[in-house]
């Protein structure tokens, strides 16, 4: 596929079967050129979807584990064997960088590889041992099993992570997936599912719908189970909707994402992973580096080394070669939040090192920005910026740094960069879903340990065991091994079987031996 053009899935007209009233228009952020124009899928169209895969659901949890792995698998081969025409579309629709996209790939096929061959681990059945004697006879078993449809509402910063990555594990787990896109890049899905039906021929469990809150909100209302990603604004909506219908849901939100600096660290390689921390996919990572707290002793060498490094970075529109380090800003609210925060810093007394506005010229972009002189009072340092921009402040030592962390109403994610004991110990402390140490954004790759937010960064965990069995319902089954015609505790109830039932419940429950025996303690 050429660059900046797009393949669809089903129909000349890219819709989903039901030609819908109004369109979406897909930008290349990178030249502000429209790319698409698709018809957005009306709500009989989403109720239609997902009734259509959920018919095809239960023969895809009856093939079993290996047998739906057996699919993923090819979908990662066909994923590995057209990896520079999936980066064209994801370049296409995003202004990302090569570099940007590569992570994204990465990602996604090790996904597949990860839940494919620790699936029977996490959600296998599970044979339990009676707790009690009373109970001794049964034979206990949890199983797994998918909730039937599982909906997936994704944003725009990465397509094929996110709107993909999420529908893995919920495919895996035997459920069928109805992926809503962000409206500015339902693309590169669009190529994955088209793919997966077509090309692959793969059964008919995995699909999407087009639109924007619209159509997100009409999928709440008709699968079993979704999985939300976007801005805390948007999942607080999705919460309130799903609780109409008492769906569960999974929420991955926004973060504000802080890093420590310690006067014993290697300065060069905190200020490197500042640097590729705050500015990889122009910011646009719900993980990224968005505030910095250094301590003293450091903070003059840390702040020249992070602004040298800053300003070295090449912006600009990408080819398939990588020649640029930092992309376009994808959606076009996201240029106005990250200009507006920039402002209002500047307006109360902060400078900027380095950038600190819009680049002029074609597409986009916001140049990548070290601001100090910051504080807990201006937007940037507060609210989620999702932009090339980080701002620095210096701290007395490592107790004001650790209160200024967890100064903040998010908690998805930190950094702390120091001797690595000293560094660890302070991580305890730090309230985030993860946090790393002499590092950053790296937990997003390490999938054994789950990766989620806290407070109102998000409910629930990407990752581990808990990444798939949030797509399942646990269920128990209890079987007799043997029994009598009848038992003692059901009908009728007479005096003398009561009181075996009450006899046995103290001689087992007790805790000490009078009250064993019948005797008050
Ligand atoms: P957004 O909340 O604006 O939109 C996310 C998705 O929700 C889109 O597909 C949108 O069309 C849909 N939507 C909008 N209104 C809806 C409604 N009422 N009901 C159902 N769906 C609705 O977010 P965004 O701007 O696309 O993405 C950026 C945000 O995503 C940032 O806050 C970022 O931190 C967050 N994010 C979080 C993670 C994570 O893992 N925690 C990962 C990536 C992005």
């Excluded at 992070?306 to 640029?324: H, I, N």
Aim: charged share 25%.
């Amino acid at each position: 596929m050429e660059s900046g053009t797009v393949e669809t899935k089903v129909g000349a007209d890219g819709s989903n079967g039901a030609a819908g009233a109004e369109t979406l228009e897909v930008l290349n952020p990178a030249t502000g050129e429209v790319i698409a124009k698709l018809p957005v899928d009306s709500p009989e169209a989403v109720a239609e979807t997902v009734a259509r895969v959920r018919a095809a659901q239960p023969d895809w949890e009856a093939m079993g584990i290996e047998g739906r792995y057996h699919w993923l698998g090819k979908l990662r081969d066909w994923i590995l064997d057209d990896v520079e025409e999936i980066s064209d579309t994801v370049q296409a629709e995003t202004g990302k960088v090569r570099g940007d996209i590569a992570a994204e790939l990465f990602y996604v096929t090790d996904l597949i590889n990860f839940y494919g061959t620790n699936a029977a681990k996490f959600i296998g059945d599970e044979a339990v041992r009676p707790h009690s004697p009373l109970i001794a006879s049964k034979k206990l078993t949890i199983r797994y099993r998918p909730h039937p449809v599982v909906g997936v509402i994704s944003p725009w910063n990465f397509p094929l992570a996110m709107g993909l990555g999420d529908s893995i594990p919920a495919l895996q787990a035997g459920a069928a997936v109805v992926v809503k896109p962000s409206e500015f890049t339902p693309l590169s899905l669009m190529q994955i599912i088209g793919a997966w039906k077509k090309e692959i021929g793969a059964p008919d469990v995995f699909d999407y719908v087009l639109g924007a809150g619209d159509a997100g909100s009409t999928l709440v209302d008709h699968v079993d189970c979704v999985q939300f990603t976007g801005s805390d604004r948007t999942g607080r909506k999705v919460m309130a909707r799903a609780a109409e219908t008492l769906t569960p849901v999974s929420l991955e939100l926004g973060g504000k994402d802080p890093m420590i600096v310690l006067a014993d660290a290697d300065i060069d390689r905190a200020a490197n992973a500042a640097a590729w921390g705050g500015m990889a996919n122009s910011g646009q990572l719900c993980i990224s580096v968005e505030r910095i707290y250094v301590e003293e002793p450091v903070y003059d060498e840390f702040v020249a080394k992070l602004t040298k490094r800053v300003s070295s970075l090449r912006q600009g529109a990408d080819g398939r070669k990588p020649e640029k380090d930092v992309g376009a800003m994808t959606s076009p609210n996201q240029s106005a939040i990250v200009e507006d925060h920039v402002n209002d810093a500047i307006a109360n007394g902060a400078r900027a090192l380095t950038g600190g506005k819009k680049a002029e010229g074609k597409g986009d972009y916001f140049e990548p920005t070290v601001l100090v002189d910051v504080d807990h009072s201006m937007k940037v340092m507060r609210d989620e910026t999702f932009g090339p921009v980080v701002g620095v402040m210096k701290v007395r030592d490592s107790e004001e740094a650790v209160r200024l962390a967890n100064d903040s109403r998010y908690g998805l994610a930190a950094s702390i960069f120091g001797e690595k004991d000293r560094a660890e110990k302070l991580a305890r402390r730090i309230e985030a879903g993860s946090v790393n140490v002499n590092d950053v954004v790296t937990n997003m790759l390490a999938m054994g340990v789950p990766m989620g937010g806290w407070k109102q960064s998000g409910i629930g965990y990407r990752h581990g065991d808990y990444g798939i069995k949030k797509y399942c319902r646990p269920e128990s089954i209890v079987v007799t091994r043997f029994g009598g015609k009848n038992e003692p505790a059901w009908y009728p109830y007479t005096k003398g079987r009561r009181g075996l039932v009450n006899r046995v419940a103290t001689a087992f429950n007790a805790r000490d031996w009078r009250r064993r025996l019948g005797l008050r303690g």
